[in-house]
C-alpha cells in the first residue's frame, strides 16, 4: 500500500493505493476512512486494476476545513477531479458508500466524461440528504417520517418536522457544537456503538422512543458487545479511533457532520440536475438488514432502477447491514470483481 497526499483548491488530502492497471477509486461515508475499504483494495489490485482509497475532506490523514460550504456536492466532486489528476487519469471506475454514494453518483451526471462506471454502495441513487431532492414519494413520508420524500421541501426542514416527534440525529447534527463535544469526547465509544448499530444485529432505528430536548446521540445508540464481532476486530476499531482523533476530540468528526450540514446547500447545487440519468455502466450492492434501506421507502429501489438504464444488477447481501464491505466482504467483492470483469470498469 502507497500512501498519497494532493491539493484540491487548497485543501490536503490523503489516499492510498495498491496495482496496476486501470484506476478503482472508492469513497467512504460516515463514520467512514479509507481504510473502510482494506478488505477490497487487494482483491481489486489482484484483478488487474489500480485501487485507490480517499481519506474524504474532513476525516484521518486529509485536511479538515471548518466551514460548512467545504463540504458541499460540488467540492466533494472537485476532490475526485483533483485525485484523477494527481494520478494521471482522465477516468475511473467510482466505488462509493453513504455520503461516498451519492458523491460517485454526482460525479455520473455531472462530469460524466470522468466516469467509467460507478458502483453505489447501501443508499440508492436519489438517496443523498435531498443532494438532488427527488428521493422517495409522499407516501413514504408519512411513512416512518421519511426525511428524504418532499423535493420541494428542504431537507433541514424535514429534519426539524421529525424531531418535533422524537430524537433524530440529523437534526441533532444541524447545530455546530452539541455533537462535536459530545462524540469526540466518546470517540472509541461511538463509533462501536454506531457501527453495531447499523451492521446486521444491531438496530440504529430505535431513536423514535427518544425526545429530542436533552437527547445526545450516545442516548440512543444501544450498548455494543465486546469485541472481535467477526467482522470488525479491536485492532480495526483502534486504527479507526487513532486516525478521527488525529486533529483532536473537536475536530474528529467534522467531516461527517458537516456533511449533514450542507443538506439544504446540496439540495439548490442539485437542482440542475433534478431529473438526471446515471448513463455509465452502474451496479448496486447493499445488505439485506442495512437501516437505510428501510429508511428510505419502499419506492426508492425502484426508482432507482428507473433513473439508470445501464444499471447492471441490484445486489442485496444476507447476513449484512450498513457496512457490507466489511460485514460480508466475500460476497461484496465477488459482486464488486464480476462487475469489473464484465468490462464496467
Same mark, same amino acid.
Not at 2 to 27: K, N, Y
Not at 32 to 41: A, F, K, V
Given at each position: 500500500?502507497?500512501?498519497?497526499?494532493?491539493?484540491?483548491?487548497?485543501?490536503?488530502?490523503?489516499?492510498?493505493?495498491?496495482?496496476?492497471?486501470?484506476?478503482?477509486?472508492?469513497?467512504?461515508?460516515?463514520?467512514?476512512?479509507?481504510?473502510?475499504?482494506?478488505?477490497?483494495?487487494?482483491?481489486?489490485?489482484?484483478?488487474?486494476?489500480?485501487?485507490?482509497?480517499?481519506?474524504?475532506?474532513?476525516?484521518?490523514?486529509?485536511?479538515?476545513?471548518?466551514?460548512?460550504?467545504?463540504?458541499?456536492?460540488?467540492?466533494?466532486?472537485?476532490?475526485?477531479?483533483?485525485?484523477?489528476?494527481?494520478?494521471?487519469?482522465?477516468?475511473?471506475?467510482?466505488?462509493?458508500?453513504?455520503?461516498?454514494?451519492?458523491?460517485?453518483?454526482?460525479?455520473?451526471?455531472?462530469?460524466?466524461?470522468?466516469?467509467?462506471?460507478?458502483?453505489?454502495?447501501?443508499?440508492?441513487?436519489?438517496?443523498?440528504?435531498?443532494?438532488?431532492?427527488?428521493?422517495?414519494?409522499?407516501?413514504?413520508?408519512?411513512?416512518?417520517?421519511?426525511?428524504?420524500?418532499?423535493?420541494?421541501?428542504?431537507?433541514?426542514?424535514?429534519?426539524? !418536522?421529525?424531531? $418535533?416527534?422524537? #430524537?433524530?440525529?440529523?437534526?441533532?447534527?444541524?447545530? =455546530?457544537?452539541?455533537?462535536?463535544? +459530545? *462524540? @469526540?469526547?466518546?470517540?472509541?465509544?461511538?463509533?462501536?456503538?454506531?457501527?453495531?448499530?447499523?451492521?446486521?444485529?444491531?438496530?440504529?432505528?430505535?431513536?423514535?422512543?427518544?425526545?429530542?430536548?436533552?437527547?445526545?446521540?450516545?442516548?440512543?445508540?444501544?450498548?455494543?458487545?465486546?469485541?472481535?464481532?467477526?467482522?470488525?476486530?479491536?485492532?480495526?476499531?483502534?486504527?479507526?479511533?487513532?486516525?478521527?482523533?488525529? !486533529?483532536?476530540? $473537536?475536530?474528529? #468528526?467534522?467531516?461527517?457532520?458537516?456533511?449533514?450540514? =450542507?443538506?439544504?446547500?446540496?439540495? +439548490? *447545487? @442539485?437542482?440542475?440536475?433534478?431529473?438526471?440519468?446515471?448513463?455509465?455502466?452502474?451496479?448496486?450492492?447493499?445488505?439485506?438488514?442495512?437501516?437505510?434501506?428501510?429508511?428510505?421507502?419502499?419506492?426508492?429501489?425502484?426508482?432507482?432502477?428507473?433513473?439508470?438504464?445501464?444499471?447492471?444488477?441490484?445486489?442485496?447481501?444476507?447476513?449484512?447491514?450498513?457496512?457490507?464491505?466489511?460485514?460480508?466482504?466475500?460476497?461484496?467483492?465477488?459482486?464488486?470483481?464480476? #462487475?469489473?470483469?464484465?468490462?464496467?470498469?
Amino acid at each position: 500500500m502507497q500512501d498519497h497526499f494532493f491539493d484540491s483548491g487548497g485543501t490536503r488530502l490523503h489516499a492510498v493505493s495498491t496495482g496496476r492497471g486501470p484506476l478503482v477509486v472508492f469513497c467512504h461515508g460516515f463514520p467512514g476512512l479509507w481504510y473502510s475499504w482494506h478488505r477490497q483494495l487487494t482483491a481489486v489490485a489482484g484483478a488487474g486494476f489500480r485501487a485507490v482509497a480517499l481519506d474524504q475532506r474532513g476525516y484521518g490523514q486529509s485536511d479538515r476545513p471548518l466551514a460548512v460550504s467545504a463540504y458541499d456536492s460540488e467540492q466533494h466532486c472537485r476532490d475526485l477531479l483533483a485525485l484523477l489528476a494527481h494520478f494521471g487519469e482522465r477516468e475511473a471506475c467510482f466505488v462509493g458508500h453513504d455520503f461516498g454514494a451519492a458523491q460517485v453518483c454526482n460525479m455520473a451526471v455531472r462530469y460524466p466524461q470522468h466516469c467509467r462506471a460507478l458502483v453505489h454502495v447501501s443508499c440508492p441513487y436519489d438517496f443523498d440528504l435531498a443532494g438532488r431532492g427527488c428521493a422517495g414519494s409522499d407516501a413514504a413520508a408519512r411513512d416512518y417520517g421519511r426525511p428524504f420524500a418532499l423535493p420541494h421541501i428542504k431537507p433541514t426542514d424535514c429534519f426539524a !418536522a421529525i424531531a $418535533e416527534q422524537h #430524537f433524530f440525529h440529523m437534526h441533532y447534527f444541524q447545530t =455546530v457544537g452539541p455533537a462535536e463535544r +459530545e *462524540l @469526540g469526547a466518546n470517540a472509541a465509544g461511538f463509533l462501536q456503538r454506531l457501527y453495531w448499530s447499523l451492521s446486521a444485529e444491531g438496530n440504529l432505528l430505535g431513536w423514535d422512543r427518544f425526545p429530542s430536548a436533552g437527547t445526545g446521540y450516545l442516548d440512543v445508540l444501544a450498548p455494543a458487545p465486546a469485541l472481535p464481532w467477526g467482522w470488525l476486530e479491536q485492532a480495526d476499531l483502534a486504527y479507526l479511533t487513532s486516525q478521527y482523533l488525529l !486533529a483532536g476530540e $473537536e475536530l474528529a #468528526f467534522i467531516g461527517g457532520l458537516n456533511s449533514y450540514r =450542507v443538506a439544504d446547500r446540496n439540495w +439548490e *447545487l @442539485g437542482k440542475p440536475w433534478a431529473d438526471a440519468r446515471v448513463e455509465v455502466p452502474s451496479l448496486f450492492i447493499a445488505g439485506q438488514q442495512d437501516a437505510v434501506l428501510q429508511m428510505v421507502g419502499t419506492d426508492a429501489l425502484r426508482l432507482m432502477r428507473a433513473r439508470m438504464p445501464r444499471l447492471a444488477a441490484e445486489v442485496l447481501i444476507p447476513g449484512a447491514g450498513h457496512f457490507v464491505q466489511l460485514e460480508q466482504a466475500e460476497a461484496f467483492n465477488r459482486a464488486l470483481l464480476d #462487475f469489473l470483469a464484465a468490462g464496467s470498469g
